[in-house]
């Protein structure tokens, strides 16, 4: 029987205002090639409520379509519940952040995220200034 391991470690994105979003798969292979996990599990999980994590073809189309549909979802500028109570005119990233959720499971195979030939993970930043968002990782699995 294999022995399990379990690696844990952070990336830190750099992002505009939101929506905005930035590919972090090859940040995410780095962290499992650092573990030495070769078959198991990668839980990301982005810090912050007004941030967040998918999967899609990082390309500039399906970049573009994606922000204009989370914006039509949770459009800036409607009155929001948040804004009333804070006046930071930010309930939108919130709202947006929610309905996108704040973390990615996803399978490692032989040292390698298990992902689509188009698919890539991505961190997404809703809010209405630039952030640094951290994404805490932890890898589980068996080692090489």
Same mark, same amino acid.
């Given at each position: 029987?294999?022995?399990?391991?379990?690696?844990?470690?952070?990336?830190?994105?750099?992002?505009?205002?939101?929506?905005?979003?930035?590919?972090?798969?090859?940040?995410?292979?780095?962290?499992?090639?650092?573990? +030495?996990?070769?078959?198991? !599990?990668?839980? *990301?999980?982005?810090? =912050?409520?007004?941030?967040? @994590?998918?999967?899609?073809?990082? $390309?500039?189309?399906?970049?573009?379509?994606?922000?204009?549909?989370?914006?039509?979802?949770?459009?800036?500028?409607?009155?929001?519940?948040?804004?009333?109570?804070?006046?930071? +005119?930010?309930?939108?990233? !919130?709202?947006? *952040?929610?309905?996108? =959720?704040?973390?990615?499971? @996803?399978?490692?195979?032989?040292? $390698?995220?298990?992902?689509?030939?188009?698919?890539?993970?991505?961190?997404?930043?809703?809010?209405?200034?630039?952030?640094?968002?951290?994404?805490?990782?932890?890898?589980?699995?068996?080692?090489?």
């Amino acid at each position: 029987m294999k022995n399990v391991a379990i690696y844990c470690d952070a990336i830190e994105v750099e992002l505009s205002v939101g929506p905005d979003m930035a590919d972090i798969t090859a940040q995410l292979q780095q962290l499992i090639r650092r573990s +030495g996990i070769s078959d198991g !599990h990668l839980s *990301a999980t982005v810090v =912050g409520s007004t941030g967040s @994590l998918t999967t899609i073809e990082y $390309e500039p189309g399906v970049v573009e379509d994606l922000k204009q549909a989370v914006s039509r979802l949770a459009p800036a500028g409607m009155a929001y519940e948040h804004e009333k109570a804070w006046h930071d +005119g930010n309930g939108h990233s !919130h709202v947006q *952040a929610a309905l996108m =959720g704040p973390s990615l499971d @996803l399978p490692v195979r032989r040292g $390698e995220l298990r992902l689509g030939t188009w698919q890539q993970a991505v961190a997404i930043n809703h809010d209405n200034r630039p952030r640094r968002r951290t994404v805490e990782v932890t890898i589980f699995g068996t080692k090489h």
